[in-house]
């Protein structure tokens, strides 16, 4: 049998074993007979010494004009450019996504690199007159210093990316520590800076289990901005620890967003919009809508246009190019995705499509969830509050847009809504009361590479990512004052 390849750290510019010598086996999700290699399990003085070498390279790196980083940037797009095939494949196969879906990562990623490049040569500061004769006031922005991303393995080569360049091309130095389930992406992109010739110690990489190598990136004070996406609950506990040193956050968190669907003439669109939100990536975004508010005189209709739309879903290993779904990125959580379909039903949920595991054959080698829609949902039920991060959608029947907009607002979650409807005043109601960092009208949850991404609640904390708010995050205020006479 070929022996199994093993990936490395990347730390001051050398491909490094772990302190350890211990190393994890990964699979791809939609065939667990597929090997994807061997990765480190990293530990704390592996940390250590990506830190320090961060720490050692930010001095050269910060004095380096902006349109000197940015030549680097632009030699990394043009290298990654270059692999945008490779790196889509191993997308797919890591993260289960439909090969469609994993070559759009490093398109996306071409465009909000190439706009990134363009906004880290523009750091304007800010001048006012002096009230004092003589004297000159000046902002400036200034880099962090070393600046940790930490991300999940959804998006596994775009959400590094929005991290690591911005911070990049503003002055920092980085260490990542990608997700355990998609190492393979974040060995990428270290090839990749190694490949544009990136000065040694400015971008390091640390594989390994979130728990030892997360946490010692989120309690290490030479760390000074922690840019993290992931689940609320792990985001909490870095915030707590970034709390204890001051650490700048940039965290991007869970969701649950809702559809509103009310005086809305076109419900076929809706339906559309609405179903390929939901079930893209197997609802496992973090902007997937996952709850459905209809007025109730339209809800028997909206339903069943949106079941007849899931029935073109064919589930598979997203490599075969008729499969439009993918596997669920592991076992356990497959399961905690069955136990809320099961409590909903309980509960008194009505199962209008889908519902199962699938089972034989390739269903055998992942966990399979047929897209599934569950009516007479009520808004206490934990499918209706909680992020199931799963292919459900619920349904909640309401009588006015008041009500729609309680239940709307009544999560712990503030990311992304939507809005179906014809009527202008509604539109305007939504966008006024909606406590969420984005809303769509007409439209499923799509964002623009140029726009601020982010949520409030318990989905965001810290300047918004992507587009011009990333600067925020990664630049530090510096007020200059010069006394000429
Ligand atoms: P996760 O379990 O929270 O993991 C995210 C990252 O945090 C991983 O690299 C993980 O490492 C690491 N981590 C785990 N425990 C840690 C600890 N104690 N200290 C520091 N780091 C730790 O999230 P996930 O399952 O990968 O991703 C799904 C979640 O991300 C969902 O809740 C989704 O809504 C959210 N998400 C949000 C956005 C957004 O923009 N708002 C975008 C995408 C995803 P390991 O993998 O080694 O555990």
Not at 18 to 29: A, L, M, Q, R
Not at 225 to 244: K, L, P
Not at 407 to 436: C, R, V
Request: proline fraction near 5%.
């Amino acid at each position: 049998m070929a022996e199994k390849r093993k990936y490395l750290n990347y730390i001051n510019g050398e491909w490094k074993e772990p302190g350890t010598g211990d190393f994890y086996e990964n699979f791809n999700p939609a065939d667990d007979q597929e090997s994807l290699g061997l990765y480190p399990l990293s530990d704390v003085e592996d940390v250590k010494a990506a830190i320090g070498s961060a720490e050692k390279a930010f001095s050269e790196w910060k004095n380096l004009s902006p349109a000197a980083r940015s030549d680097y940037m632009s030699r990394f797009l043009e290298v990654m450019a270059e692999d945008r095939d490779r790196i889509g494949e191993v997308v797919c196969r890591e993260a289960g996504k439909i090969l469609k879906e994993a070559l759009a990562e490093p398109e996306r990623g071409i465009e909000e690199v190439g706009y990134f490049i363009g906004e880290g040569q523009r750091l304007e500061g800010i001048t006012m007159p002096s009230s004092r004769p003589g004297v000159s006031s000046v902002a400036v922005r200034v880099p962090l210093g070393v600046v940790a991303a930490i991300t999940p393995w959804n998006f596994p080569f775009l959400t590094p990316l929005r991290k690591v360049i911005p911070a990049l091309v503003t002055g920092n130095t980085v260490v990542l520590k990608p997700a355990s389930a998609t190492p393979l992406s974040g060995v990428i992109i270290a090839e990749l800076f190694e490949k544009a010739g990136l000065p040694t110690g400015v971008f390091n990489l640390v594989l390994g289990s979130g728990k030892v190598v997360g946490d010692a990136i989120a309690s290490d004070p030479r760390v000074k901005g922690i840019s993290f996406t992931g689940s609320t609950a792990v985001g909490r506990g870095i915030n707590t620890q970034a709390a204890a040193n001051f650490t700048k956050i940039q965290l991007e968190m869970g969701g649950k967003n809702p559809a509103i669907v009310a005086d809305c003439l076109n419900l076929e669109n809706a339906a559309a919009q609405i179903t390929s939100s939901a079930f893209a990536l197997s609802g496992q975004r973090c902007t997937s809508i996952s709850r459905v508010i209809v007025m109730e005189k339209d809800a028997d209709r909206l339903e069943a246009l949106i079941a007849d739309k899931m029935k073109d879903y064919k589930l598979g290993n997203g490599l075969e190019p008729d499969v439009s779904l993918g596997p669920i990125i592991s076992r356990s959580a497959g399961e905690k995705i069955m136990n809320y379909i099961s409590d909903a039903v309980d509960a008194g949920a009505e199962i209008k499509a889908g519902g199962r595991q699938l089972e034989g054959g390739i269903f055998d080698k992942g966990f399979y969830i047929e897209p599934t829609l569950l009516s007479n949902v009520s808004p206490d039920m934990a499918a209706a509050r909680e992020e199931i991060f799963g292919p459900v959608l619920v349904t909640i029947p309401v009588n006015s847009f008041d009500e729609a907009m309680k239940i709307a607002n009544d999560t712990e979650y503030g990311l992304s809504a939507s809005l179906f409807t014809d009527s202008l005043p509604l539109i305007n109601k939504f966008q006024n009361e909606m406590e969420t960092g984005m809303t769509h009208t007409n439209h499923g949850t799509v964002t623009d590479g140029t726009m601020p991404f982010g949520g409030v609640k318990n989905s965001g904390l810290g300047p918004f990512s992507k587009g011009k708010t990333n600067r925020d995050f990664f630049t530090n205020i510096r007020v200059n004052y010069v006394k000429y006479v």
